[in-house]
């Protein structure tokens, strides 16, 4: 869901790109209080994961392909501001290294991909921080997800159309449907993975999630 | 470093190598969600001016020079993991020291 270069107007990615840059900032400063021992190798190696992921398109429709957000499950395991940050570099890496979304237009996608997700998975993660999960923290876990990817399928048209990038022909809401129902697929493989890794990683390192910036990440993030 | 997190960062390299380095290059070659999108309403020319990095060592996720063979995506794939990886435990060690009048690598139990 890179935004490729060329198709924001000035004016829209340069506010985006104050409005992500002053929330890495913010988010910065609050992990800098926050985060543990045990909780950066964790963000090392859950950057690096989403990062490998989002190299593996899986079919969604003909001729159409989907890859993870990530930005949902990372809120989850770490937050909202650590996981801000793991988007931030690897979003970052993507534009700047593998030309991978345009680089005027990386606060524009650090937001849709990264702030968002990150916030609504910060959101869902105390459910997780119970001491049993069952089927309702798996639903809207799932759910989550895919509301994560379909928020930030709407938010690229928003921008497309802020931009004046929409052909004349096209209305907003013709745009915002062709958009979100090829992302309702790739939304429902979201949230899937998602509640699959956090189970995961939860069984096999459940004291990086929790200690000890856990629940402190958890009140500052909602 | 403790055995807990020398084995977190091992495994999960480990994890992330295979898929980026490997099961990446099998994957679709279709246009991405936003990309068909573009397509569908007929926006495929850019209608404004654009930044695009140089494509230094890499041309997207495959080596300049290597065109789109496997080792071309494996070399891109690990590269990539390797650099989001060193940047963030960079990043964690700066926010590890922002933790002032405690010791950095005391266990995680003892801090509140």
């Known amino acids: 869901m890179h935004i490729a270069p060329g198709f924001l107007s000035p004016p829209v990615w340069a506010t985006m790109a104050a409005v992500s840059g002053a929330t890495v900032a913010a988010s910065l400063a609050l992990a800098r209080r926050r985060v543990g021992e045990r909780q950066v190798p964790l963000m090392g190696v859950m950057g690096a994961f989403i990062f490998a992921a989002q190299m593996v398109n899986f079919p969604v429709l003909p001729g159409t392909s989907g890859h993870l957000g990530g930005g949902f499950l990372l809120g989850i395991l770490l937050g909202a501001p650590v996981s801000v940050i793991v988007m931030a570099s690897i979003l970052a890496v993507q534009a700047l290294v593998f030309q991978d979304g345009g680089v005027e237009a990386l606060g524009a996608n650090l937001f849709v991909m990264g702030i968002v997700p990150s916030l609504l998975g910060a959101a869902v993660r105390r459910l997780w921080l119970r001491p049993k999960q069952g089927i309702v923290t798996y639903a809207v876990t799932f759910f989550g997800g895919a509301v994560a990817v379909l928020l930030g399928a709407t938010g690229v048209i928003l921008m497309l159309f802020l931009s004046q990038s929409l052909p004349g022909s096209v209305s907003l809401l013709q745009a915002i449907t062709v958009m979100d129902v090829i992302h309702m697929g790739i939304g429902a493989v979201e949230g899937a993975v998602t509640v699959a890794v956090v189970k995961f990683v939860l069984a096999t390192r459940r004291e990086a999630i929790l200690s000890p910036a856990g629940p402190a990440c958890e009140k500052g993030s909602a | ?112």
Do not use: C
């Open chain 2, 1 to 112: 470093m403790s055995p807990y997190n020398r084995k977190t960062l091992l495994v999960g390299v480990a994890i992330a190598v295979i898929i980026g380095g490997g099961v990446s290059y099998f994957a679709s070659r279709s246009p991405d969600g936003l990309e068909k999108t573009q397509a569908d309403l007929g926006l495929t020319q850019p209608p404004h001016e654009g930044v695009t990095a140089p494509a230094v060592v890499f041309h997207e996720y495959g080596l300049k020079w290597l065109g789109e063979g496997f080792w071309s995506n494996a070399i891109a794939g690990v590269t990539g993991v390797l650099l989001v990886l060193g940047l963030l435990l960079g990043l964690g060690r700066w926010m590890k020291a922002g933790k002032s009048g405690r010791d950095a690598d005391a266990p995680a139990s003892r801090q509140p």
